[in-house]
């Protein structure tokens, strides 16, 4: 895990806010951003930077980062089907939550002891910047961000890759922020600017804690702004399953405490029906999350459709080669038993293979 690029990220944009807020409020600002540590004689200082850090170091303690209870501090998908509009929405919530909990304690000279907040709020934005948590359109400069088209999970094929996001954000050659950075490093300049406009607005007026964060919409609209063609659609195929296992879920996996695999197999031939692209992501989702139990679904399943020559499903699926494919891997991987390999003989041969 890179987690030098959150650290340079942030740690940038204070600097950079610090000295565009100028003399008449960078004192106040730098105060709330520099919580002191002291030892002794010795005094050191953590600021959001090190916690924007500590986000990831906290997520793989606690398990978050397999985990759906996480994957909103790192702007990704949960583990459940979730649509990527849905975690669009929780990531934004989390961040203006943060931000807002700093807000007001900075009303009360207090920031410092609640820079952690912004430091996870940081964290959030700077991966909606990175390739393996998000996509995005193309963005017309370092202050115009592309709409976020699509928001990833932390698993399977989207996992792809995913530890090198974070190197994207600085330009080696050049020895300085990538654009990526850049992006990232000014989307959380402006929530500093806006968090702390917020906070002098209610010092000014003898307000105690500001009650929102005005001007968050139009910041979300900017730097956070969904595309039209981020999916509101949950993965039907994560239903249909859930439907008939309880278990743990943890990562990439789903260890399950019982699974009615006849049921589920019944549930793709009687629901999902002709629907051959549903049908081969519902055994795509076996394989990937549910590796010990997709061998029996797919044996009581293709048994069905040996039991059924002329129905139309069957004709649907062996006339289909990715199901076909999928089928076959899940019942030839391991163990395969008599059972199964006649059902993978049955696909072959009905499939003209």
């Not at 981020?230 to 278990?247: I, Q, T």
Request: glycine content about 10%.
């Amino acid at each position: 895990m890179d987690l030098s690029g959150h650290k340079t990220v942030t740690a940038t944009a204070i600097r950079e806010f610090l000295k565009e807020t100028g003399s008449a409020s960078g004192s106040f600002n730098h105060m709330q951003l520099h919580m002191p540590h002291r030892s002794y004689s010795t005094v050191t200082y953590t600021t959001p930077a090190d916690h924007a850090v500590y986000r990831d170091i906290i997520d793989v303690a606690t398990t978050g980062h397999w985990s759906n209870f996480a994957q909103k501090h790192h702007f990704m998908r949960r583990f459940d089907g979730q649509s990527p509009y849905g975690a669009w929405e929780d990531a934004c919530k989390w961040i203006r939550e943060n931000a807002l909990a700093f807000a007001k304690a900075a009303v009360g000279s207090n920031g410092q002891y609640h820079i952690d907040d912004l430091g996870y709020a940081a964290h959030a934005i700077e991966d909606s910047f990175a390739g393996g948590h998000c996509v995005r359109e193309r963005a017309a400069g370092p202050t115009m961000p592309g709409a976020i088209t699509h928001i990833k999970m932390y698993a399977g094929a989207e996992k792809d890759g995913h530890e090198h996001a974070d190197t994207t954000w600085w330009d080696k050659k050049a020895g300085t922020l990538s654009l990526e950075g850049k992006l990232a490093k000014n989307a959380v300049k402006a929530l500093l600017h806006l968090v702390f406009a917020n906070v002098g607005k209610a010092r000014a007026s003898g307000t105690k804690s500001p009650a929102a964060l005005d001007g968050w919409i139009g910041y979300r609209d900017k730097w956070l702004k969904a595309s039209s063609r981020l999916s509101k659609e949950r993965d039907g195929a994560y239903d249909l399953v859930d439907d008939y296992w309880n278990g743990i879920v943890w990562g990439n996996g789903n260890h399950a405490f019982n699974f009615d695999e006849e049921g589920m197999a019944d549930a793709i031939f009687d629901k999902l029906g002709t629907n051959t692209g549903k049908i081969y992501k519902a055994f795509w989702r076996l394989n990937e999350y549910h590796t010990v139990d997709a061998d029996d679904v797919a044996h009581y399943y293709v048994s069905r459709l040996r039991k059924n020559p002329g129905h139309k499903v069957t004709r649907a699926v062996v006339g289909d080669g990715k199901v076909v494919d999928i089928l076959i891997k899940v019942l030839d991987e391991g163990w395969t038993t008599g059972d199964e390999q006649a059902c993978i003989d049955f696909l072959k041969k009905e499939a003209g293979r």
